[in-house]
Structure formats: C-alpha cells, structure tokens
C-alpha cells in the first residue's frame, strides 16, 4: 500500500536559490512524518519529524516543513541552498510503528 | 549516541548460497527493521521485529526470513541468494512510541 509519494525524482537548483521538495502522503489522519537526507555514499540522516502541535517544523541545516492536512502534504524547504545540500531527500510516515519510506528526490545544485 | 552496527559493510555471494546479515542496536530498543535500498525505488520494507521471537512481514518479504532471538540483535537470511536480491541493506531500530527511528551503515550484497 502506497504511503508517501515524492513526484519529483530529480530536482536542480542553483546555489543560493530557495527549494521545496514536496511529499504527500496517504496514511492517517495525524501521520508522524519525517525527512530524511542520505549525502552520496553515506547513511541516513533525520532531518525533522512531526509528531503534532505547530504544523511548521525546524530541523537541522537549516531545512523545515511544514504540514497541511488539507492537502496531505509534508513539504520540505530551505531559502538559500548550498553545494553541500546536493543528496538525496527521502520522505516518511509511521504507518503502524513501521517507517515506510517515498521513493526519494535527488537534489542537484548548479554551481 | 545510539548506535546501531551492521557486520559486513560489503558482501559477495554466490547464487544459491544461504546469507546472513547480522544488525545489533545498544539502545533497548523494542523495534527493529530491515529495508533494501535500490536506485529509484527508495527504501522498502523487508522485515520488522517488535519483540524478541516476534516478527511481521514489511512489503517486501519474499525470498528473506528474518531471526529475533535475542533483543539487541537482528538477523536478515536469504535462503538461498539470487541475483535480484543484490541491494543495499539497511537496518534500522525505534524505541517504542513515538521513537526516532536510527539506521545503522548499511551492507551492500553483491549476489553473482
């Protein structure tokens, strides 16, 4: 059953630039959510999670999300990315205790 | 620091062959996981524990069996390797509730 779905595979941004990675998901009515970030050959990093309260939320580097049940979204954002920001991007959402992740968008930045 | 260990960060294998990839967490924690990571797939679900000796099947369990016997430790096995289960293993745990889940490094199975 799908639960969190990235549309994007690939996005590109030049350096400086503001991003958003959007994530929707199709499980629970108060989902904990999360963003996760995987930088080329190493492991999992937690970005932020929700678990409930504020629907904008801070995490580390610099990113948020905010979250909008009206329209299923988790969407992650930063006003002025870095080279070093260049990873993939991997939504989740606690479906049962189990994470289940989204298939990942991959961030490219223009020098 | 939590931390969550894997015992091989590579492996080749042969078809056929029976593998083990051991994954241990010193962190008490109830929830253990195991997920294969393939290009463009994301990361999918293979097995997850919530106990020691209790286990449930994720989204993609064909072809792997998992082990629980003590709480710290848990045991991914195919049975018998084929070439579409080389992938990138990860193993991950979770404190009960509302937990952050934690990965450990990963094993990259290379089945030939």
């Known amino acids: 059953a799908q639960s969190v779905t990235q549309p994007d595979i690939h996005i590109t941004v030049s350096e400086g630039a503001s991003l958003e990675l959007r994530c929707n998901y199709s499980?629970?009515?108060?989902?904990?959510l999360f963003w996760y970030v995987q930088s080329p050959g190493q492991g999992l990093q937690l970005l932020l999670k929700?678990?409930?309260?504020?629907?904008l939320v801070q995490g580390i580097k610099g990113f948020e999300a905010e979250f909008k049940r009206s329209q299923s979204s988790f969407n992650l954002r930063k006003p002025s990315v870095h080279w070093s920001d260049a990873a993939e991007y991997f939504c989740?959402?606690?479906?049962?205790?189990?994470?289940?992740f989204g298939k990942g968008t991959r961030l490219h930045i223009l020098p | 620091d939590v931390k969550v260990t894997q015992s091989s960060r590579y492996l080749v294998k042969r078809t056929g062959e029976k593998v083990f990839l051991e994954c241990v967490q010193d962190?008490?924690?109830?929830?253990m996981f195991w997920y294969r990571q393939d290009p463009g797939l994301g990361l999918r679900l293979i097995y997850f524990?919530?106990?020691?000796?209790?286990?449930e099947k994720g989204d993609i369990p064909e072809g792997y069996s998992v082990s629980r016997e003590k709480k710290e430790r848990f045991s991914l096995i195919l049975e018998s390797a084929s070439t579409n289960q080389t992938s990138m293993y990860l193993c991950?745990?979770?404190?009960?509730?509302?937990?952050?889940?934690?990965f450990g490094p990963g094993t990259r199975l290379t089945v030939l």
């Open positions: 991950a745990s979770r404190g009960l509730g509302v937990d952050t889940q934690y």
């Open positions: 524990s919530y106990d020691v000796k209790m286990k």
């Open positions: 962190m008490d924690h109830e929830n």
């Open positions: 989740a959402v606690d479906r049962d205790d189990k994470i289940i």
């Open positions: 929700y678990f409930s309260g504020d629907t």
């Open positions: 499980y629970g009515a108060t989902p904990y």
